[in-house]
């Protein structure tokens, strides 16, 4: 099966939906035994979803699932995503997502911290200060797995993977989610979320998500390219257009960009000092 031109298609398999083509270079598809389409990845695994967007560039898993159907004009817009939370999610919630600045505990020079460079604490702090909100993860890995994960694809790309993972915690509430994204979708940066309807993009292992993530923040940050093969389909939109406008070198650069928000930078480095007092012994942790 060749990889194919084909147009942005946003699809309903129960009601039609009025759409503007745009061509892109998109993955691998082929329509199942009742004309549906569904995607591949050059695995050739098939993911099938209620609403699809075939939207990425260079081959790789294209789907983003929207929650809603297009807003009629003058029509509230409500989201599906209606599942109960964790009763966790209230504590982390207010620990992160309700702070302002006068509960922050930042560094002096926090607006100067680097995107570039070594993580500053250990993987088993960064494992027990996980377990501390979400001792098992709803995703195909475990609290030290993933921070092995960011360890590992963030050092080889000279990015601080500890910052990095307390962006993904930022984003995904501690891996309890709650939000618009869904653990299933591995995507624990919010890639291709944005509004509270669009859930954005999926990848079939934890691992292909941090290395999404990872990609994500050099598209923003490093002029070279990644080492391993490109999977964030946004990678080329956003690396063009910091080529042509400068690339960033500080988190605080992410406020407004990364996300909505002026105090995005903030909320991430204030985990992170969290996560540097966390005093891990022989598998205990204490603060």
Not at 36 to 62: C, E, F, H, W
Not at 151 to 161: F, H, Q, S
Request: net charge positive.
């Amino acid at each position: 099966m060749k990889k194919l031109p084909i147009c942005v298609i946003a699809l309903s398999l129960w009601s039609n939906i009025a759409f503007t083509p745009s061509t892109v270079q998109a993955a691998l598809y082929k329509t199942d035994a009742n004309g549906r389409i569904t995607a591949q990845d050059n695995k050739y695994r098939t993911i099938k979803a209620k609403n699809m967007v075939i939207s990425a560039k260079g081959g790789y898993l294209p789907l983003v699932d929207l929650i809603d159907n297009p807003q009629k004009k003058g029509e509230k817009l409500e989201r599906k995503d209606n599942k109960t939370k964790d009763a966790s999610f209230a504590i982390i919630e207010k620990l992160i997502f309700g702070t302002n600045d006068l509960d922050m505990n930042l560094p002096a020079n926090y607006k100067q911290i680097t995107i570039a460079g070594k993580g500053e604490v250990t993987k088993d702090q960064a494992t027990a200060f996980i377990k501390i909100y979400n001792n098992k993860l709803p995703i195909a890995a475990t609290p030290g797995q993933i921070v092995d994960y960011y360890y590992r694809e963030a050092g080889r790309e000279g990015i601080k993977w500890d910052i990095a993972l307390c962006q993904a915690l930022l984003e995904t509430g501690f891996f309890t989610f709650g939000g618009t994204v869904v653990p299933e979708q591995n995507n624990y940066c919010g890639l291709g979320t944005t509004n509270a309807t669009t859930r954005g993009v999926y990848f079939f292992t934890p691992l292909e998500g941090v290395r999404a993530h990872i990609q994500h923040l050099m598209a923003y940050s490093v002029l070279a390219a990644p080492q391993t093969k490109i999977i964030d389909p946004r990678y080329y939109l956003v690396h063009d257009g910091k080529k042509k406008n400068g690339f960033f070198n500080y988190w605080s650069q992410l406020n407004g960009k990364w996300a909505t928000g002026n105090n995005y930078c903030e909320k991430i480095i204030d985990i992170h000092e969290k996560m540097k007092k966390v005093i891990s012994v022989s598998g205990s942790e204490i603060w």
